[in-house]
């Protein structure tokens, strides 16, 4: 099976770098986080401290991120399916678990390659136009956004193995974007602050990392895997400040403890549920 996989995810590779969908995903990622960077120290003082810098870099890439691991992941399986060219994989002595196994090894080698491409560039851009780059933070950050990248390339695949048209994979993968970045703030939370706060606005449920309202709404936030995201990321600057002897104190953020622990696991089960799904859906689909 590992053979089998391994073999698979070179091909994603290679298809990729041939149908330039690898050096698309570095290009669209550095343009739009070169574009918020230009704009940061345009309209913004310069970073306080190269720590800063590097916290910066990842950020900056963070929110266009999860419609790049998407759109890497979407066509995985698919696209194979409405070439025909999925027949030629199942007729090697392949399983159909392995062929799920190595697109999303494949895909998210892909996109490692294009982030750590894009994290690389802006450093470079930084230390242009700043004295420097903290490399300590900046691996720590690097290392949390690939991970938050590698959940959304797993929805990415497991969407592509329910679906059986492109268009169904599009709809699913933009819909769930729409769902997590928009309708979620712009919804959800003003509707369970009118519920709880006595009004529509979430002034009396603060930010995640600060938030003071009622216990079950900090569980609630961590529902969404881009809330998941910002409170990782809340836990990891009050780690790497608190080995810091310079670290200001007013920085500390709550670190709660098991509200946390319920949102890596919800993370775990974003990825874990729609690759279930994709696989029970791919493994019954009569291929044609």
């Known amino acids: 099976?590992?053979?089998?996989?391994?073999?698979?995810?070179?091909?994603?590779?290679?298809?990729?770098?041939?149908?330039?969908?690898?050096?698309?995903?570095?290009?669209?990622?550095?343009?739009?986080?070169?574009?918020?960077?230009?704009?940061?120290?345009?309209?913004?003082?310069?970073?306080?401290?190269?720590?800063?810098?590097?916290?910066?870099?990842?950020?900056?890439?963070?929110?266009?991120?999860?419609?790049?691991?998407?759109?890497?992941g979407y066509k995985a399986v698919v696209g194979e399916r409405e070439s025909g060219s999925i027949r030629f994989l199942l007729g090697l002595p392949t399983t159909r678990r392995e062929i799920l196994f190595g697109k999303l090894l494949g895909r998210s080698i892909v996109f490692t390659i294009a982030l750590l491409t894009s994290v690389f560039l802006l450093v470079a851009l930084n230390i242009v136009l700043h004295s420097g780059v903290a490399l300590p933070q900046l691996m720590a950050h690097t290392a949390l956004l690939l991970l938050y990248g590698l959940v959304w390339v797993g929805i990415g695949v497991g969407i592509s193995a329910a679906a059986t048209t492109r268009f169904q994979a599009v709809g699913?993968?933009?819909?769930?974007?729409?769902?997590?970045?928009?309708?979620?703030?712009?919804?959800?939370?003003?509707?369970?602050?009118?519920?709880?706060?006595?009004?529509?606005?979430?002034?009396?449920?603060?930010?995640?990392?600060?938030?003071?309202?009622?216990?079950?709404?900090?569980?609630?936030?961590?529902?969404?895997?881009?809330?998941?995201?910002?409170?990782?990321?809340?836990?990891?600057?009050?780690?790497?400040?608190?080995?810091?002897?310079?670290?200001?104190?007013?920085?500390?953020v709550p670190m709660n403890v098991p509200e946390n622990v319920f949102g890596f696991v919800v993370l775990f089960l974003w990825v874990a549920f729609p690759l279930s799904i994709g696989y029970w859906r791919f493994s019954r689909a009569e291929v044609q």
């Not at 606005?201 to 995201?229: C, E, H």
């Not at 409170?231 to 920085?251: C, H, V, W, Y």
């Open 1 to 72: 099976m590992k053979s089998h996989s391994l073999i698979i995810a070179k091909k994603e590779l290679m298809d990729s770098i041939r149908s330039r969908m690898l050096w698309g995903a570095v290009v669209t990622l550095v343009l739009m986080a070169v574009s918020s960077t230009i704009s940061m120290y345009l309209n913004a003082p310069p970073p306080a401290s190269l720590g800063v810098v590097a916290e910066n870099i990842p950020l900056n890439l963070f929110r266009f991120m999860p419609i790049i691991a998407l759109l890497s």
């Open 172 to 252: 699913g993968v933009f819909g769930l974007y729409a769902i997590t970045h928009f309708f979620w703030q712009q919804n959800v939370l003003p509707i369970l602050a009118y519920l709880f706060a006595d009004g529509a606005s979430m002034g009396g449920l603060k930010p995640i990392a600060f938030a003071d309202g009622p216990t079950w709404y900090l569980y609630v936030q961590r529902v969404n895997p881009v809330k998941i995201y910002q409170a990782s990321r809340g836990i990891l600057l009050e780690l790497l400040e608190s080995g810091n002897p310079n670290a200001d104190a007013a920085i500390t």
